[in-house]
């Protein structure tokens, strides 16, 4: 693996949690185990590997992934305490049931 591959599968993990946070500042749910699952793999390909020559090409892209993470957690905490608040459940419920919109009940199968 090289510096170069590991800056895009980064990113990519980058580009992910930014979609994660644009989706629950707008009061969406997210599933984040694709997210976990592509962080585990990345960080098991870098400790098989040999050593990396090129390492500082991933440094601005690391300082993204951490700032991306930080504003998950933030849209996260705020939504966490919106709907503690009571505030946002209209909003959640409505983003639950878009997304079963056109649903069969009996065979759930999308019409």
């Known amino acids: 693996m090289n510096a170069d591959a590991v800056s895009q599968r980064l990113q990519a993990i980058s580009n992910a949690i930014q979609a994660a946070?644009?989706?629950?500042?707008e009061g969406g749910?997210?599933?984040?185990?694709?997210l976990k699952e592509a962080v585990n793999?990345?960080?098991n390909?870098?400790?098989?590997?040999p050593p990396i020559e090129g390492l500082e090409k991933i440094e601005g892209v690391l300082i993204a992934l951490v700032?991306?993470?930080?504003g998950l957690s933030?849209?996260?905490?705020?939504?966490?305490?919106?709907?503690?608040?009571?505030?946002?459940?209209?909003t959640a419920a409505q983003v639950a049931?878009?997304?079963?919109?056109?649903?069969?009940?009996?065979?759930?199968?999308s019409s």
Request: glycine letters at 8%.
């Open 67 to 70: 700032a991306a993470l930080d």
């Open 41 to 43: 793999l990345v960080c």
């Open 29 to 34: 749910a997210v599933d984040l185990t694709a």
């Open 74 to 90: 933030h849209a996260l905490t705020d939504q966490h305490q919106r709907m503690a608040a009571g505030e946002g459940l209209n």
């Open 45 to 49: 390909d870098i400790a098989k590997s």
């Open 97 to 109: 049931y878009a997304n079963t919109a056109g649903w069969d009940e009996e065979d759930g199968d």
């Open 21 to 25: 946070s644009a989706t629950v500042a």
